[in-house]
């Protein structure tokens, strides 16, 4: 149903890909980029110590309903280039720039390409979408919302439930979480950042990319919902109401501006990572979750309102 190839493009740095086409006869498709989260992760979605293949699936899956997709390596990343710590948020973009520029010159692509953007990859791909035109976003687990607004809610998400945790269990956690020791933390992370010029800084004597969170620091949700507005393509926004990274809530933000081409859709029992959950929400045992769901395909209601949008677009019959 698909094939599969890897391939090299060269950006500031060097990005190693997979190719994924139908195997059908035509001579061009409609292809979609993968952009993927924050952290190590790979094309697939997989890192030290963590697998969950998201992004391989949703490739593969694409490209069963008719595109190529391409998803890639972050720099320092798998078998990219570059240096995942000192790489910035402009960094980032500019490598999602040079995919596009890469399939709009490949010989199976048709004029249609598209980004999906997931968690982190939202913002990548509102920003790449200003400076290289594509046909439309798909915007999972995050659209219209800044980096710093995703982890000021998790930080107090996880006091919340730190402070309803019972037992000894939650005597503990209390003892080291604490509005200080989150709150107080995080904010002195974000003035650090804010007066180095650096790329990156020791915290604890680990590398930290400050370049990349400094970068970050600059939007607001406002001014990436504005972005949104104004760049005035076929817009398709989801997350899942059981999402403990991001609030779904957003979407009733970015909802509100009535921009016709931007569609939002609350996905029910989808977690952050796309797939079906229906269990107590907890950031504390995110991990966990995740894990346990390695074998899950993804969301059927994810794979449904995508299929019903891009038909709706004649992307795909």
């Not at 029992?269 to 045992?285: A, V």
Request: aromatic content about 6%; charged content about 25%.
């Amino acid at each position: 149903m698909y094939k599969q190839e890897e391939v090299l493009i060269q950006g500031e740095t060097t990005i190693a890909a997979t190719l994924t086409s139908p195997d059908q006869e035509k001579s061009t498709f409609p292809a979609i980029v993968l952009i993927g989260g924050t952290g190590g992760l790979d094309r697939d979605g997989n890192g030290i110590g963590f697998k969950s293949n998201v992004y391989k699936d949703l490739a593969e899956w694409l490209s069963t309903q008719g595109f190529v997709t391409l998803r890639y390596d972050k720099r320092g990343v798998g078998k990219s280039g570059g240096n995942r710590n000192s790489v910035g948020l402009t960094g980032l973009v500019d490598d999602v720039t040079a995919v596009v520029r890469y399939l709009k010159s490949h010989d199976h692509v048709s004029q249609d390409i598209l980004l999906l953007g997931h968690s982190e990859g939202c913002i990548v791909a509102t920003l790449a979408a200003e400076r290289e035109s594509v046909s439309g976003l798909i915007l999972l687990s995050g659209a219209g919302v800044a980096l710093k607004t995703s982890m000021q809610e998790q930080a107090y998400a996880l006091l919340e439930e730190v402070k309803h945790t019972r037992g000894i269990k939650g005597k503990l956690l209390r003892l080291s979480l604490n509005e200080k020791s989150v709150i107080g933390k995080q904010q002195k992370l974000f003035e650090r950042v804010t007066v180095t010029d650096q790329d990156t800084i020791r915290i604890q004597l680990m590398k930290f990319p400050a370049k990349w969170l400094r970068e970050h620091l600059a939007y607001t949700d406002e001014s990436i919902r504005e972005r949104l507005v104004q760049l005035n393509i076929p817009t398709l926004a989801l997350t899942g109401d059981r999402d403990v990274q991001t609030d779904v809530q957003h979407l009733d933000e970015l909802d509100a501006l009535h921009a016709e081409q931007i569609e939002v859709q609350k996905v029910k029992d989808m977690d952050h990572m796309l797939k079906h959950f229906d269990g107590e929400m907890s950031i504390l045992d995110v991990k966990k979750q995740y894990r346990s769901q390695i074998r899950e395909s993804l969301h059927p209601e994810l794979q449904h309102q995508l299929h019903e949008w891009l038909i709706r677009h004649n992307w795909t019959s």
